[in-house]
């Protein structure tokens, strides 16, 4: 896939950060590759957006993409809501 087209294909904006585990109670930082694997994305449709980098999100647009965190419940499911704005589909 070229470079064009794949940045034409990315879809998510994943966010890295720390959560307390409501498993253990204890601080974990959830990195990127940690995300993708958590939610089940293809990995050549995300990006990094890390607050704590400007230089991974300078010159996107926000609303382009739809933006997964880590979570402390552990249920990394997509809503079916925000892939259908991201879709255009209402």
């Given at each position: 896939m070229s470079e064009e087209k794949r940045q034409e294909a990315?879809?998510?904006?994943?966010?890295?950060g720390y959560i307390i585990s409501f498993f253990d109670g204890d601080r974990?930082?959830?990195?990127?590759?940690?995300?993708i694997a958590l939610y089940k994305l293809d990995p050549a449709l995300c990006i990094c957006w890390?607050?704590?980098r400007p230089?991974?999100?300078r010159?996107?647009?926000?609303?382009?993409y739809v933006h997964i965190y880590p979570?402390?419940?552990g249920?990394?499911?997509?809503?079916v809501k925000a892939l259908k704005t991201?879709?255009?589909s209402s």
């Open positions: 990315i879809k998510y904006a994943v966010h890295p974990h930082f959830v990195g990127v590759n940690q995300l890390d607050r704590n230089e991974t999100f010159g996107r647009v926000w609303s382009d979570k402390q419940n249920k990394y499911n997509i809503k991201l879709s255009g």
